[in-house]
C-alpha cells in the first residue's frame, strides 16, 4: 500500500530526530573519551569527592608508623622530628614569631600553612615544625628573612622574578623617578605606554595590547574577546592546567560552584583534537606551555605527596608535535588559540613560547615578570580579536575596566623591563646559554643517584620539580630538610623549584650541595625506610581504607 503524506511527514521527522539524538550522542560520547581518566580530568566527579573526604588525622602515636615502620626507626623519625623542629624554633625565632601573632588575621597564611604537606599529617607538623613567612630582603640569588638567615631562593616570587631581584629593584627604581612627575594619576596614560604596546607587538607578533592587574584578569578578558567574536560559549583548557583562579578556568576543586562553559579535555591526545574538529560551539582553546613538564597533572604541590606517584617529564619535540597539531584545527574550525605565557613568558626567550614551540598563537597573555617586579596582566592579539565594539551593532559590546590598568608606575617599570630585554647584554648572555638549566639537571641527578638516594628532578628549563623513586608515605619532610639547608621554597614545596636566570654555575653548585645533604638527613632519619612489598598502589588502598573508616566511624557516631 503507497504511503499517504502524513505517514510521509511522520517517518521523515521521526527520521530527523533520531539521526539529531544519534549525533548528540556521538559527540557526547566524543566528549567523554577525551576526558583524562584521573580526577583531574573529571571536574564534576572530584567537587563531589571533595565534599565526601572526611576529615581524620594520625596522632602522635601513629605519625611516625603509618608505613608499618618498625620501632628503632619509628624512634628514629620522632627524635629527628622534635630536634628539626627545635633547631628551626631557634634559628628563626623572629620570624616564627610574626607569623604566629600575624597569621590568625591572614585567611593567606592559614590556607598555605595548612596545605604544606598532606593533611592527615598537618597539625603535628604546624605545631612542631613552625616556619617563618617573613622576610627583609634579598641580594643575588639569596633571600634574607628577619633573624637575618639567608636563604637561597628557589621561589622565583611565583614566576615573576627571572632575571634576579637586583634586577627589578632597578625597573621599579627607575620607575618610580620616570612616573614621579605624574604620580598615580588614573585615566591618562603615562607615555610609557607607547613604548610598551609597540614592543609588545613585536615581541608576540601581535596588533595590539590591552593592560589588566593579574595574569587572571588578562586570561578572563582574552576568553571574554574570544567568545565574543565567535559567538560560541565554550572555553577548552587541558587537564591540570593552571590559568589563574577565575571560575571558567578553575571548573573542579577549589570553586564552589560549577563551571558550566568549560571543556577539560586530556592533554596531548588525540580524542581531544577530535573533539575540537567536531563541536561547534568551542570558543577558544588555552595553552600553558608548563603543562608540558607534567600534562595532565595539577601543579605538584607536597600537600598531595600521599605517595611516590608524582611525575614529571618535558619532552620538548612530543609537546611542539601536539601543539602543532591543536594549532591546525584551531584553524580549521574559528577557534582562537590563546597561549598563556603568563608564567613562562620572558623564561623560555625573548619570545617565549610562542618561539620555543615555533607556533603562532591566535592571542597571548603575558603577566607576572613583564612589569619588572609589579603586578600586572597583559593581553597580546590581532584587531580582529581585540575589538571590544560591533560596528553594525552598536549595544553590542565586550567590556573591560579596571581601575588600576596602565597603572603610571607599572608602565615605567615595563618600560624598564622590556628595554633591558634589549640593552642589557647579560639578559641576551643567559638567553643564549638556557641549555645549562638541563645540563645542571643532569649534573645533581647524577649526584643524587651516586649517592643512593630515591630522588630525582625533573626540568623544563629553569623549573624544577623533585620526584620520588621508591614509595614513601613521608617524602613531603624534604621540604623541612631543604629549609634547614637554608633553601627557600614556596608553599608548594619540593614540587615546584623556580631558578632565577641569574644563578651562577657557583651558586648553583652550592644548591646542589645543600639539597644532597638535606636528602641525606632524611634518609639517615629514616623517612625513607621501606617496608617489603609497599607500592605507591598499596599506599593508595591503604588511605582508601583509612578514609571509608573515618567516613563510617563519623556516621555511627
Ligand atoms: C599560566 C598562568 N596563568 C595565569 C596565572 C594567574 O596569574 P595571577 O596570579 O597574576 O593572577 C598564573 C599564575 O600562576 C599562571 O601561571
Request: proline content about 4%; hydrophobic content about 40%; overall charge positive.
Amino acid at each position: 500500500m503507497p504511503l499517504s503524506f502524513p505517514t510521509l511527514g511522520l517517518y521523515s521527522t521521526a527520521f530527523i530526530a533520531s539521526a539529531l539524538l544519534t549525533r548528540r550522542i556521538v559527540t557526547r560520547l566524543q566528549l567523554s573519551r577525551a576526558k583524562h581518566r584521573s580526577l583531574t580530568g573529571h571536574a564534576r566527579m572530584s567537587r563531589q569527592l571533595a565534599k565526601w573526604l572526611p576529615f581524620y588525622e594520625y596522632d602522635e602515636a601513629h605519625f611516625f608508623a603509618v608505613d608499618g615502620a618498625p620501632p628503632h626507626i619509628v624512634e628514629r623519625r620522632r627524635s629527628a622530628f622534635y630536634e628539626l623542629g627545635k633547631q628551626l624554633a631557634d634559628k628563626h625565632t623572629k620570624s616564627i614569631a610574626w607569623s604566629k601573632q600575624t597569621a590568625p588575621y591572614v585567611s593567606d597564611m592559614q590556607f598555605v600553612s595548612r596545605y604544606r604537606v598532606p593533611y592527615q599529617f598537618s597539625r603535628l607538623v604546624r605545631e612542631h615544625l613552625p616556619l617563618g613567612s617573613a622576610l627583609a630582603s634579598s641580594q643575588g640569588v639569596t633571600v634574607t628573612d628577619l633573624d637575618g638567615n639567608t636563604f637561597y631562593d628557589l621561589t622565583g616570587s611565583y614566576g615573576v622574578n627571572v632575571f634576579g631581584y637586583d634586577f627589578y629593584k632597578g625597573c621599579i627604581e627607575t620607575a618610580v623617578a620616570e612616573a614621579g612627575a605624574l604620580g598615580p594619576v588614573l585615566g591618562g596614560y603615562h607615555d610609557s605606554l607607547q613604548y610598551n604596546v609597540k614592543r609588545l607587538c613585536e615581541l608576540s607578533g601581535m596588533e595590539e595590547v590591552s593592560f589588566h592587574m593579574s595574569g587572571t584578569e588578562a586570561v578572563m578578558q582574552a576568553v571574554r574577546l574570544a567568545r565574543y567574536h565567535t559567538k560560541r560559549r565554550y572555553l577548552v583548557r587541558f587537564c591540570g592546567a593552571y590559568h589563574g583562579w577565575w571560575g571558567d578556568v578553575q571548573p573542579g576543586v577549589g570553586n564552589p560552584q560549577m563551571a558550566r562553559d568549560t571543556y577539560t579535555l586530556k592533554d596531548m591526545h588525540a580524542a581531544s583534537l577530535k573533539v575540537l574538529r567536531t563541536r561547534k560551539d568551542i570558543a577558544c582553546v588555552l595553552i600553558n606551555p608548563l603543562q608540558a613538564l607534567h600534562p595532565n597533572q595539577n601543579a605538584p604541590g607536597d600537600s598531595s605527596l600521599l605517595d611516590s606517584s608524582r611525575n614529571a617529564n618535558f619532552d620538548r619535540a612530543a609537546y611542539t608535535e601536539w601543539l602543532q597539531q591543536v594549532r591546525q584545527v584551531c584553524s580549521e574550525r574559528g577557534i582562537v588559540l590563546i597561549f598563556d605565557e603568563v608564567f613562562m613568558g620572558f623564561r623560555l626567550g625573548l619570545r617565549g613560547a610562542q618561539d620555543y614551540f615555533g607556533i603562532q598563537a591566535d592571542m597571548v597573555t603575558y603577566g607576572k615578570t613583564v612589569a619588572g617586579g609589579l603586578p600586572i596582566g597583559v593581553v597580546c592579539g590581532p584587531q580582529r580579536l581585540m575589538q571590544r565594539f560591533d560596528e553594525k551593532h552598536p549595544a553590542n559590546i565586550c567590556f573591560a575596566r579596571g581601575t588600576f590598568n596602565s597603572h603610571p608606575y607599572v608602565m615605567t617599570a615595563m618600560r624598564a623591563f622590556l628595554k633591558a630585554l634589549v640593552d642589557e647584554p647579560f639578559v641576551q648572555q643567559i638567553y643564549a646559554t638556557l641549555d645549562v638549566w638541563d645540563r645542571r639537571a643532569n649534573e645533581l641527578n647524577t649526584r643524587l643517584r651516586d649517592a643512593q638516594l630515591p630522588i630525582q628532578v625533573r626540568n623544563m628549563s629553569s623549573v624544577w620539580t623533585v620526584t620520588f623513586t621508591q614509595p614513601s608515605r613521608y617524602n613531603w619532610m624534604l621540604q623541612y630538610y631543604l629549609r634547614r639547608e637554608g633553601l627557600a621554597l614556596s608553599w608548594i614545596g619540593s614540587g615546584r623549584f623556580i631558578f632565577s636566570l641569574n644563578y651562577t654555575q657557583e651558586d648553583f653548585a652550592a644548591v646542589s650541595t645543600r639539597f644532597i645533604s638535606a636528602a641525606q638527613q632524611m634518609q639517615a632519619d629514616g623517612w625513607w625506610w621501606q617496608k617489603a612489598g609497599m607500592t605507591n598502589k598499596s599506599i593508595k588502598r591503604q588511605l582508601l581504607k583509612e578514609m571509608l573508616a573515618a567516613k563510617f566511624q563519623r556516621r555511627a557516631q
